[in-house]
């Protein structure tokens, strides 16, 4: 992932690299993606238009692809909707090029480099430029900056990761091209500027849960004891079934100690999923499921509700206040100090939920609502909304401080 400041060349590195592998790989196919169409369009299509040589390949506009001499095919391509993936269900490439990675959710990244296949022995490769920021900036940062060091070439299960850090230093022909960019880009808000110019990773604006962090809110799984209370809350939808099993104790603190993610689940598939999740021995003191599951279907005059009833799984409504379940979670994560003078929050999370632990620190301000949560990319939004279920539902905010002020007479402090 080449991937930092504005006008490092990112792009156009992008390009030339792809027109070096075409050559030097007779034959070999590729696929360079942007978000949406009209950003193709605009940049990258005729950038190559500029950048390859019509003595080495043609471009056929219909089909958005170079066609090379030599057989080989680049194609440029786009992933708009979530779903918009499953276009490239049966292809095969040998390498795939995102431009704007962070653009991306990481369920379309991860669909798409199953396309990286092939017996014909070329090089299997995935590259990447972008820019800090933008609806895939976590899982970009937690996969590309955090668990190595730029600029070095690092395993991971049999696979090669490498950053390059890009700046704008690096790319001497637009500075000399337009030397007032630079001062352009000094005139952005701190928060772009610290990503576009100085190619900063670690933003936290627009962050919804800023407080939350692996260290205080993330724990080895240790036994629970049977008496704690147990909670199994859902948000369910043919999409997706986020489930998570939260433990609670007698003062008060919740701990999410299991989860079920899984798409492409029927009702009765989804109650035998969570079923078979549960420990036969243990006792779910209430199941909680959005209000929305009762609504009666057309096709079946039931609810979802009475479908999983009829399955073995009865589940109470939770409260479906957006903002109020933000807030009352925010409470939960919160940190406070208790009796040691520790900071502690009223709520942490097992290691082994990674998709809770994914997608909750993801979540970013609506920009029309700033007390709720942003609704895409719609795949970060079950597992918190199940989350949110809960918290809505069981948290109680702790009963507020009387003042005191000493009476003289009794010669106490009294309470008013």
Not at 381 to 400: F, I, S
Request: glycine share 6%; charged share 25%; aromatic share 10%.
């Amino acid at each position: 992932m080449f991937g930092g400041a504005a006008g490092g060349g990112k792009s156009h590195g992008q390009l030339l690299d792809a027109l070096r592998f075409a050559i030097v790989y007779p034959g070999s196919r590729q696929l360079l993606l942007r978000r949406t169409m009209p950003e193709l369009a605009r940049s990258l299509i005729p950038a190559s238009l500029r950048l390859f040589p019509q003595s080495v390949a043609a471009y056929k506009a219909s089909e958005h692809r170079w066609e090379f001499h030599g057989g080989s095919v680049l194609e440029f391509g786009y992933c708009d909707a979530e779903s918009d993936v499953t276009r490239y269900q049966s292809a095969e490439y040998d390498v795939l090029r995102f431009d704007e990675l962070t653009h991306f959710t990481e369920s379309q990244f991860t669909y798409l480099i199953s396309r990286v296949r092939g017996a014909n022995g070329f090089p299997k490769q995935v590259k990447s430029t972008t820019n800090p920021g933008g609806i895939g900036h976590q899982w970009v940062k937690r996969r590309y900056i955090d668990p190595m060091p730029p600029d070095t070439l690092t395993e991971f299960d049999g696979t090669t990761r490498l950053f390059l850090p890009a700046r704008l230093a690096d790319n001497p022909f637009l500075q000399r091209a337009d030397v007032g960019y630079a001062k352009r880009l000094r005139l952005l808000s701190p928060h772009d500027r610290r990503a576009l110019l100085d190619g900063v990773w670690d933003l936290d604006e627009g962050r919804y849960f800023s407080e939350f962090s692996v260290p205080l809110h993330v724990t080895p799984p240790y036994p629970l004891p049977r008496t704690w209370k147990r909670y199994l809350t859902i948000d369910y939808g043919l999409d997706m079934l986020a489930a998570l099993w939260i433990a609670q104790r007698p003062d008060g603190h919740s701990v999410v100690y299991r989860e079920l993610y899984q798409p492409n689940l029927i009702i009765s598939e989804a109650a035998a999923a969570i079923l078979a999740r549960e420990d036969g021995n243990e006792h779910i003191y209430c199941r909680l499921a959005p209000p929305d599951l009762w609504n009666r279907r057309q096709e079946t005059g039931k609810s979802a509700a009475e479908l999983f009833s009829a399955c073995g799984l009865d589940f109470e409504k939770s409260s479906n206040e957006r903002v109020a379940g933000w807030l009352a979670l925010h409470e939960l994560l919160a940190p406070r100090r208790d009796e040691t003078g520790e900071a502690r929050p009223k709520l942490t999370i097992f290691d082994t939920c990674r998709n809770l632990i994914r997608t909750l620190p993801a979540l970013r301000h609506d920009t029309r609502n700033p007390s709720d949560v942003a609704n895409t990319p719609h795949e970060l939004t079950h597992a918190p909304d199940a989350l949110r279920g809960y918290a809505a539902t069981v948290y109680e905010a702790p009963p507020p401080v009387r003042p005191t002020a000493y009476d003289c007479e009794v010669g106490a402090f009294l309470s008013y």
